[in-house]
């Protein structure tokens, strides 16, 4: 759900500053990297325990879900147990964990093809822009119905489906990320790769990934909680008369609502919180800290961040002598094999379109128009049976469509402009006192990521006995799956207002509304325009769940793209279905070409502060 | 290896006349095959070139001539347009095995270590094992004087060190040729001086087992102290102009005055692009010397092309030479600003587009307008230049005759850019209105709207020229 444009400035200011703990980080990296030829040897300690006790729980929990699948139906009774949380909570991860690798191998391929295949780009290029302005629970009918089918006795079409979900949600803007890494590649490192003979393998992996990596990392953390999100509407899910259960924290929370158990939310969400917070320590700040020794910079930067997880790990005995005799001759042996299967090439390719020799006709070539000419089948295909649906759209239902597409957007609008209101001043008033924002980010972090999904069984209770209730949830909730990214934005940008453009605002007595208009706003007008282009995008997609709610067994809606979508989806009617995903596929691609990027070139050319 | 790479005061009596790596009239354009003709620009124009084994050879020239291009092109990085190069005898079509490259930038993979990096180019070479790859890694890093940096960053390191770590890399896969684009001139003027004369102690003691060094180059004194053959190149399109001798090697060490002459030499070769090559050779009696392409006299060219140049130079660089009297060595003003060729050559040549001097002899001497330039006011210089550029500048002249012409006295950018572009590149275009526009503010002749792309009188221009 999350939409990334030209992400590598705004990755590189989005990164959470942290709190100044006393540096180690050098020496850490140092004892990593001991050179082979003369190891430290180093004594077991209480980090190889850890180590080992995290291995058995991930084990256990691989078991764990691989024996759940073939033993459940389709429609799970969920226990509101207490004791029950963990597991469900490791079901979730479980889901998330493999939606997130899907997603990563998915970036990796169709990154790379994208980006060094001249002739695919373009195409896959804007498949890419298109996919990513789809809304994800339009997939949902037909992914699960078509997975049911192929696994009919045993919940493993909806564990799938779950899965395949949650990866639309994550895999486009990694890949985006990856893809315009790969193409801002330093062209002296691809020349030193060439002169020092790379296979492409090890070219692969030596050069593009770790150059596209603190995007990509910082790209994870954006689609890892866009998971969260989809993966609450993903484990209960009713398509029809049929209902789909999946134990997880999700339905766990659904049913809990449903039940008006409100110990139970409580804790379903506590749960949920607190596995939140274990991922962010245990897994994505030492990510992010690791993953720092790729920043492409010539200099060390002070405050590079840290995490004491990773320390731990680099200073374990065990994790070292596994990566040294296990890890690195089993890479070794693996490179050596792609080194034979992909050697380097040894005819000059070159880039500038001075083709010198006639193409050749290899095996090579004669696949990639093997696989060019089946796409263009598939899709043509598939144009054709999108028409045959679409043509059995009634015109008043298209008028329809346009009418909710217009309620959906004001609502979106009104949105943006209630996020705007509170995340403005406050992401000023944080992002120019580094103490605060010190202090403020890493919990604006947890609290974003919280999904809004998770939320909405909660508000639900209390907001549906208003009068028009469900108006004002359906713009709550699209307003807690967005106002986050403002948020995160606008306090990176007041954070990286020069210290003397503040100064002599000071000296020159420019203070209040003339303050604002001089420094504050011109500073910020870039970081806001991407949190903005990303709170639309994400404004959009909430529609769907936002605006048509099942709740208590009862259905409650109002008159939007989104209610249209789901409700469509739900009845199973798929040309209303197709008609109403098509249609906000291109308002939000219209919106995004007519809006967004003018604004986003504006900024980029105006208010850049470099 | 040692015997061969002393003594080579004259490569016609050394034993080593073996061609190493040969080009034979080497085209190349850039643009795409599609656009042919006017489009395509050619950037390098029938280079032929051989380079013998045990020699070290420079490349000089202006910025534009293509010399980092024809580096890549003899390295088989990048395909010649046409013409062919030829490794001891065999045709090369593809990255030249043999080859290793020391970039100006670098070029450190900054998530590996010294070690890595090092290590980087001998894991294609799949006979070795990862202990030896080590080992000779360890071994190279020793020589070049990294020992104790093994395990630390790029980013750790100062210039210097990282490009010791560029050739410890380039230096472990022991390449048959060395090729270095602009090795040193990313380094402070000391640290420079150290490498280069750490790399040719290696390199005369025969320490490193190349056959052939290939420098790419904006120094004109780095080339003259290292190399045993110059060739300078010209631009547009980029040529080989002449081919000299380098000095014994007892001259290239101090500041002798053969040193200086031939630095002399090529200060003037360079900064006198429309003159023959053979005749200023000649005129510097370095007869036999010198393998030198005489050239027809230059063609006028299409469109006055402005050099960019930013206009406050100027006025610096004219009381600069009036304090020398009028006229001063191009190579002493070099020196003393610290630009190398690349920097100090468009300023040269934007100082004699609008008529203030006049390099010849490599002097730069004043012509009378310089002389008042230099000796004015500012309010003064503003009319000065606002004559000189009417004068000489053709790009201003016709946007100024145009905008007075205009009803309003306003034009669209993309009038002049269309223009432009029939001359050069869309890039180049908007490059050289940028210029013509900055020289015209100082000389407030008109003015230019960024943002709506427009240009136009100001109102409260004062009444010039030109009317």
Redesign the interface.
Known sequence: MAQVYLPERTEEQNRPQRGPIPSTTRDT??AQ?????NPVPRQPGLADVAVIVALVGVVALIIAGAGRATAHSVDTVISLKPTILPLYAGYSLLRMTLAYILSLVFTLVYGHIAATNQRARTIMVSLLDILQSIPILSFLPGVVLALIAIFPHSSLGVELAAVILIFTSQAWNMTFSFYHSEVTL?L??Q??A??????PW?RFF??EV?FA?IGLVWNSMMSWAGGWFFLMAAEQLTLGTRSFRLPGLGSYLQTAANAGNVAALILGLGTLVVLIILLDVLFWRPLVAWSD????????SSDAPESPILDLLRRSALLENFTMHVV?PLQ?RC??LM??LMP?????V?A?????LPRRLTAGVIAGWAVTGLLVLVALVGVFNALKLLVQVPLPMWGQIILDGLLTFLRTVVTLAIGLAWTLPLGVKIGTNPKWARRLQPVVQVVASIPATALFPILLIGLLRLPAGIEFAAILLMLLGTQWYMLFNIIAGAMAIPTDLREAARIYHVSGWRRWKTLILPSVFPYLVTGLITASGGAWNASVVSEYVQFNNKTVMTHGLGALIAQSAANNDLHVLLASTLFMATIVVTINRLVWRRLYNLAERRFRLD | MANVTKNRANKRVTPTNEVLLEAEHIIKYYGSEQKKGEQRVLVLDDISLQIHSGEFIAILGPSGSGKSTLLRILGGLIRASSGMVRYRGQEVTGPNTNLALVFQTFALFPWLTVLQNVELGLEAQPNLSRTQRTKRALAAIDTIGLDGFEDAYPKELSGGMRQRVGFARALVVEPKLLFMDEPFSALDVLTAENLRHELMRLWREGRIPTKAILMVTHSIEEAVSMADRLVVMGHDPGRIRAILQGLPLADRVAKTPAHEELVDLVYTLITQPDEDAAQIVAAAQQQGAAEVKSEPKAEPKPYQALPHVKIGVINGLAERVLRAGGREDLFVIGRELQMEIDDLLPIIEAFELLGFGEATGGDLVLTDEGRRLAESDEQADKVLFRDQECQHIQLIRQIKEALDAAENHEMDETEILEQLEEYFSPDEASRQLDTAVDWARYAELFAYDDEAGLLYLEDAAPVGNGE
């Open positions: 990296t140092r990297n001991t050179p082979p030829a330093p002296d490192l020349e030193a060439t002169v020092y003979r790379l296979s090890r030596r050069l770790p990596m020794k790729f920043k492409f910079e010539q200099t060390k690195q070794e490179n050596l080194d034979r380097a090439p040894s005819e000059t070159t500038d379109g001075d083709a010198a």
